[in-house]
């Protein structure tokens, strides 16, 4: 399986895009790899777009550690 969080920039804008299927689950573990992703974006951000992978957005919920 690929990497469950993939970011990408457009500009100055951050696109992450959660591709967990079959829902994009918000499971354990992906909050602190989009924390991990961003926090090597060393650059000057004007906005972040999170998106998600398909014909769904995220499903599900994580409540611990957000």
């Known amino acids: 399986m690929d990497h469950p969080i993939l970011l ?3 500009d100055r804008v951050a696109v992450v895009t959660i591709s967990n299927p079959p829902v ?3 499971s354990a ?3 602190e790899g989009i ?3 961003l926090g090597g974006a060393a650059v000057d951000l004007a906005a972040l777009m999170v ?3 398909g014909c769904t957005f995220i499903a599900g919920a994580v ?3 957000v």
């Open 63 to 65: 409540t611990a550690g």
């Open 51 to 53: 998106i998600g992978a």
């Open 8 to 10: 990408h920039f457009d």
């Open 29 to 31: 573990g992906l909050p």
């Open 35 to 37: 924390r991990s992703a």
């Open 24 to 26: 994009n689950a918000l």
